[in-house]
């Protein structure tokens, strides 16, 4: 069983990693070719990936 201060260290270094990652927008009007660049480089450490399949919702997001 994991103590408070473990889940608290994993938690603050899952938090730099975010921090630290670098952001990839992707827009395409076909989802299953967003699902697919999204898994690939999500699988890829030290990437924060967002996908959107209508440009308007990408312009919107932060």
């Known amino acids: ?30 989802p299953d070719t967003l699902f697919t660049y999204k898994t690939f480089l999500l699988d890829i450490k030290g990437y924060r990936v967002d996908a959107f399949h209508k440009k308007h919702c990408s312009i919107l997001h932060k």
């Not at 473990?6 to 395409?28: C, P």
């Open 1 to 30: 069983m994991k103590s408070h201060s473990d889940e608290y260290y994993h938690h603050q270094q899952q938090q730099q990693q975010l921090e630290n990652a670098r952001n990839i927008l992707l827009v395409d009007d076909e």
